[in-house]
């Protein structure tokens, strides 16, 4: 599984819901930080932050839904 943020090749170890969107994203390390953090500087909480699964991980096509970072 690929990070959803575009043009970012890494490996996605963590997903989560952004307040107020439906969609699952799914981040590296890096964009889970960022994200983490300007969610805190809103004053809101990223949604069902955490690693990703096995059957995540081994997913090839990508993520099915993907959101943004």
């Not at 805190?40 to 909480?45: D, I, S």
Request: proline letters at 3%; aromatic letters at 8%.
């Amino acid at each position: 599984m690929k990070c959803s943020q575009k043009e970012c090749n890494e490996i996605a170890l963590w997903t989560y819901v952004w307040p107020g969107d439906a969609k699952r994203s799914w981040a590296c390390f890096v964009h889970t930080h960022k994200a983490a953090t300007v969610a805190e500087t809103l004053g809101v909480k990223l949604g069902d932050l955490r690693f990703c699964t096995i059957e995540e991980l081994c997913q090839d096509e990508g993520p099915k839904e993907e959101g943004s970072t």
